[in-house]
């Protein structure tokens, strides 16, 4: 089955809770995985997505299923656990999400990393994410990919 996408439920929720990224990259993606889950029962918009490699959860994502008031959606988080990364499941993760966000119809897909996130931009921009501006915008980069 290679990596795919389950929505977050009773029956996965605590294995992603223990999900996390390596001690150099908090800096750049602070937030643990409950923090999110706290957040999207007050944020009705966001969806969460387990990323499963076969079985195992590997990964996280946050993606909005409504878009803003300028027509797009945004993706808040996006994470592949330490002892799983650098073996293509986050590109093949992103491939995915971009894939279901293709079917709710959205043309632009926009997301934030920190600028020393070099891993992370340099991933989104091989997708053709890009930026929307040289400048930081509350700290990120911001990105957007725009969709035929
Ligand atoms: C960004 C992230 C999701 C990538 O996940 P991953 O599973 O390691 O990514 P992949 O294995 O699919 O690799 C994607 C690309 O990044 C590169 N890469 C991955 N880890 C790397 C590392 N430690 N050093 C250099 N390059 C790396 C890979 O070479 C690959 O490039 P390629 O496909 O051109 O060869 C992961 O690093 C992560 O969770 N980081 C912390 C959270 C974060 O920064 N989230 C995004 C911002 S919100």
Redesign the pocket.
């Known amino acids: 089955m290679g990596i795919h996408l389950k929505p977050v439920s009773v029956e996965n929720w605590y294995e992603c809770t223990k999900l996390k ?2 001690p150099e ?1 908090q800096k ?2 602070p937030a643990p995985i409950v923090y999110w889950m706290a957040e999207s029962k007050f944020v009705d918009d966001f969806e969460l997505r387990a990323v499963y490699m076969e079985a195992d959860v590997v ?1 996280f994502i946050v993606y909005c299923k409504n878009p803003d008031v300028d027509g797009n959606y945004w993706i808040p ?4 656990d330490a002892k ?9 993760a992103l491939n995915k999400l971009i894939e279901i966000m293709s079917f709710m119809n959205c043309k632009r897909i926009m ?3 920190r600028p020393d ?1 070099r ?2 931009g ?2 989104y921009e ?1 997708f053709s994410f890009k930026k929307v501006s040289e400048e930081v915008i509350d700290g990120e980069i911001v990105r957007l990919l725009q969709l035929p």
């Not at 988080?77 to 592949?80: E, G, K, S």
């Not at 799983?84 to 093949?92: A, L």
């Open positions: 990224v390596k990259q750049v993606f990964g988080a996006f994470m592949i799983h990364q650098g073996k293509g499941y986050g590109r093949s997301l934030g990393h996130n891993i992370a340099e991933l091989s």
